[in-house]
C-alpha cells in the first residue's frame, strides 16, 4: 500500500515525532459551526428559549418546558463534570437539540469536528456521535481519552466495507488513488491514501495528480462526485464502491416533485449522500454546515432539507425565520446519544465506551488523514 502513497500523492511520509499537519485557522460564520463551551448553570426556562420553535421528528423533537425541566438536571452536572475532568463534548449536528444546545462545546459536521478534535486541549474527548468519528478523533488524539456515549455507535455506511474488502480493490485497481469518506474505520482509512469529507471531496479530488480515482464506501456519492468532476471539466476516471447511507438514499425525485408544486418558490436543498437525481433537482448540494451556511445567506424563506432531521432542528432553533416544508429523516445511530449515557460514559466508563485502535493502523490512518488536511489547504 505505501507504493501507492508514494507514487500518487504529492505529501511526505508520516513521522510520528512531528504534528499531524500545519494548523490552519478557518474563517467561518459563529451561528454554523458553533465552539459553545458549555460549563455554566441553566435553567429550563433558559433551555426552552432556545428549543421551542424546535418541530421535526414527532414528538423526539419537540419540547415543552416542562420537559426541559427533565434535561436540566442532567446537563448542569455534565457540564460541572466537564469542568472537573478537563473533558471537551463534540457533537455533530444530527445529534439531539438538548444535547447540541445544552453540552455540546463544538458543533458541527465531521471536517469542522476532526479539525475541533485536533486542536483541543482537553484530557477528555466525548464525541457525541457515531465510533467512525470518535475514532478519527483517536486517531489525531492517541494520547487522550476518546468516549462514545452512543449504545448504537455504527453507521449503515461504514459498515459497508472493511480493510479486506480495500486490501482487495487495491489489487484489482492497482493504479488507482484511493479516496474514502470519513463515514469509514479505522481500519478502511488505514488501507486509502487520502480521506474527505462531503465538504471537501470535490475539491480533494480536483488536486489529485492521479486521474484514477477509487472513491469509497458510498455509491451514491461517487456518482455525484464523477459528475461534479465533469461539470468542472476535469478529467477523473472514477469508480466506486456500493455502499449508501440509508437515511439518505430513501428521498426520492416524486418527494420533490409535489413539494415544488405545492411552494413554488422553496429552495431544495441537499447532500451528496442523495442520489444523483435528487442532487441534480437541488438549488444546493454541500455538507451540513455548507447547507446551514447557503440558508442563512439566501433571501428565500422556504426550504425543503434532504439531509437527517437534526439540521432541521438546527434551522429551526438558530434562524426562526426560516420556514422548513415537507418532511425529514431520522438517523437511529446518531439519535442513540443521549444526555443519559453521556453523563454516564463521563462518571463511568467502560471498556466498550472507549475508542481503542492498534497503533500500527493509527499512524497509517493518520496518514490518510493528514493527506486530507493537505489537499484541503492546497
Partial sequence: MEQYRSQYLDILPLDEHVPLVVRRSITITPHIIKPMLTTQKITAEQLYQTLKNIKVGGSVCQYSLRKCAEFVP???????????????????????PEIIYGVGDYVGDSYALSKNALETHADVIVFAAVRFMGETAKILNPEKDVLIPGLLDGCSLADSINAQD???????????????????????KAECDVCVTSANVYKIVENIPNKN???LPDKLMGQNLANEMKARGIHKNIRYFDGTCYVHEEYTDEQIFKIRMEYPQVKIVSH?????????????????????????????KEFLMLTECGLSSRLQAEFPDKKLVGTCTLCRYMKSNTLQDILRVLKNPTDNDRVYIDEDIRLKAAQCIQAMFHYTQA
Avoid at 433537482?281 to 440558508?295: I, R
Fill in 272 to 300: 451528496p449522500e442523495c442520489k444523483p437525481t435528487i442532487c441534480d433537482q437541488s438549488d444546493f448540494v454541500g455538507s451540513t454546515t455548507q447547507m446551514l451556511q447557503y440558508m442563512l445567506e439566501t433571501d428565500s
Fill in 166 to 188: 480495500v486490501r482487495r480493490l487495491r489489487r484489482e485497481f492497482p493504479h488507482y488513488t484511493f479516496v474514502c469518506y470519513i463515514n469509514t474505520t479505522a481500519e478502511v
Fill in 213 to 215: 480515482i477509487y472513491f
Fill in 74 to 96: 442532567l446537563i448542569n452536572e455534565i457540564n460541572e463534570l466537564k469542568e472537573e475532568k478537563n473533558a471537551v463534548i463534540l457533537v455533530h449536528s444530527y445529534i439531539s
